[in-house]
């Protein structure tokens, strides 16, 4: 079956979202990389748990709220103008070194690729033209329906708007409970294991696991 | 506004999930605690995934598989009978020690008294007889319905079988993922702060916040 579309998860996945632990530092000396681990692990637990207590709120709020939660549980005081700088950090991710190769290779064969993410456009555009990728593929926000992966409805909302049949989908994800969803729904899925973890036992197994992002193009 | 019902969570609230540490010491030497620590880590994030993603397996298989996984991640072997023994821990966790002395009190007091759990009834019935509550409260468990605190629809079925009005319940839980959906559906919420954690930012403030369960007899 031809793959008709590429579809990316951002955070994690083409995007290193420790690279905030560096802000982290230059502010709470000694503490960049806690504060980066505790952020992330309550940005995913919040935006979780308004998709499973039905009380939607946009990723950049989510993404606020787990670092303020951060801070207080760490006992750093924070005023606005740190906040402001480490929420900015999240405009300028590192993007992970082989990812722009595999686009263009990609793209080179004229393949449709999107980016489909959590966030908000006001944070992935910024951030996609940061990193010098906007011309390599379009981006799609789960925000339009409000609606978090990895619930089905989110990735309907996809597909929907990528025009082609769910299995013609191959969509990758470092985080193996978007894999869970993503694969749950019908897409085919390219598990980037990127921290070389076990494969969870949640009755999925992905199509495909790859070190990095750069093994896609022999699929 | 009287309460009418009592409803209280299990895992972490009334019996503490942390007991298996001695069993899994027992097997594995020096990694009690991660091994505890881990699964229980694993059981939150797979019941949590299979409700997000629509595919509802009993806690009893979520159980088992966190624990699969568990050992798998620290590259421990385990055989049938060490898997029947750690499985069956979970049927003899220690309640807390104030517990049988509150619940007491409120029944003396003729309280209605619950537990609504996301554990299947193979799993609280015999915890609850072992441990000597069953003349103390009734059980509950989501698997009537197959759909998994903290989703509206999980409180929704509790309200219903209860047959009282929702802010007639007060509803407890040491997890603050539960005290969110309690709360966000309508429940009176004590949240039992066992671990003294900060509260998240999830936009939801219980009513009540306890170190241990003795002081709701206060409420």
């Known amino acids: 079956m031809t793959i008709k579309a590429y579809v990316y998860d951002a955070y994690g996945t083409l995007f290193d979202v420790h690279s905030v632990a560096e802000k982290a530092e230059s502010l ?48 750093l005081s924070c005023n606005e103008d740190d906040l402001h700088d480490l929420m900015n950090a999240y405009l300028e991710l590192n993007v992970y070194e082989e990812v722009r190769e595999t686009l263009q290779t ?8 999107t980016i489909y993410s ?25 925000d339009d329906v409000k609606q978090y992966k990895p619930s089905p ?26 894999i869970t969803g993503a694969a749950s729904f019908g897409f085919r899925t390219a598990w980037i294991n990127r921290a070389g973890l076990e494969v969870d036992e949640l ?11 750069s093994e896609i193009v022999t699929v």
Not at 106 to 113: E, F, H
Not at 118 to 126: A, D, I, Q, S, V
Not at 131 to 137: F, G, T
Not at 203 to 213: A, C, E, Q
């Open 28 to 75: 709470y000396k000694g503490k960049g990389k806690e504060i980066s681990e505790q952020w992330r692990k309550k940005q995913l637990e919040y935006f979780m748990l308004h998709q499973l207590t039905g009380n939607y709120k946009p990723f950049s709020e989510v993404t606020k709220n787990a670092l303020l939660y951060t801070l207080k549980n760490l006992s």
């Open 106 to 113: 990609l793209k080179n064969k004229s393949k449709k690729q």
């Open 118 to 142: 959590n966030g908000t456009y006001e944070m992935l555009k910024p951030l996609v033209e940061k990193r010098e990728l906007d011309h390599l593929l379009d981006v799609l926000s789960v």
């Open 153 to 178: 409805i989110a990735y309907k909302y996809a597909l929907e708007t990528l025009g082609v049949d769910r299995n013609e989908v191959l969509f990758m994800s470092s985080n193996f409970w978007d």
């Open 203 to 213: 009755g999925i197994k992905p199509d495909y696991i790859f070190h990095d992002l």
